[in-house]
């Protein structure tokens, strides 16, 4: 039997080459950039409309709800807006913390989150502002600075030569005689 050496046809979505399209569309030619231009215009107004719908719908049920029910709909809104404002906030201090110690990882973020207002780095959807969390940083939390003694150097500074020995024990006698072989070595 003999060896099939042909190649499958290639796929209309991947180029003869083997290499995968990019994403942005810059294999596509003229007319696919135009046109996934258009799907994306045409995507952005979908999402609009649908949001529009969705407020006409919530106004809707307003309209219908008896006084309680507003009431007890606008606790729970005020409630869940509460919620994601805190837990924004909490996300919001801990990407703070983080990207501090990515900048310095000897400074103290905790001190610096005291007087931090934290709600001016969340989103709507309670989601922490990286962008404007990152510009924080860069501004509070000081560059590391690199050690200016190498490593192993314990600062004692320089140490004083030995006394000379002034009795004759054993002890003195040997360091006496060690001093000795050592400044003849030189």
């Known amino acids: 039997m ?3 050496t ?3 046809p290639a796929d209309d979505q991947a ?4 290499a995968t399209p990019p994403p942005d569309g810059d294999g596509l030619g003229d007319a696919g950039k135009r ?8 995507r952005k107004e979908a999402e609009k409309q649908a949001k529009a719908a969705q407020r006409e ?5 307003q309209a219908q709800m008896s006084e309680s029910e507003k009431a007890v709909a606008e606790a729970v809104a005020r409630g869940r807006t509460e919620a994601t ?3 924004g906030q909490r996300l919001a201090a801990a990407q703070f913390v ?3 110690a990515k900048r310095n990882p000897d400074f103290d973020a905790a001190s610096v989150l005291e007087d931090l207002n934290l709600a001016k780095y969340v989103t709507d959807d309670g989601e922490p502002d990286g962008k404007g969390l990152a510009s924080v940083v860069e501004r509070l939390v000081p560059d590391r600075v690199s050690n200016p003694r190498p490593a192993g150097d314990v600062g004692l500074g320089p140490r004083p030569t ?9 002890r003195s006698l040997i360091a006496a005689g060690i001093a000795a072989a050592d400044a003849t070595k030189k």
């Open 2 to 4: 003999a060896d099939d």
């Open 6 to 8: 042909s190649t499958p």
């Open 15 to 18: 180029p003869a080459d083997g």
């Open 35 to 42: 046109a996934l231009e258009a799907e994306r215009t045409a």
């Open 57 to 61: 719908l919530e106004q809707l049920r």
């Open 85 to 87: 404002v805190q837990f």
């Open 98 to 100: 983080a990207e501090a």
């Open 162 to 170: 030995a006394p000379a020995p002034v009795d004759g024990s054993p």
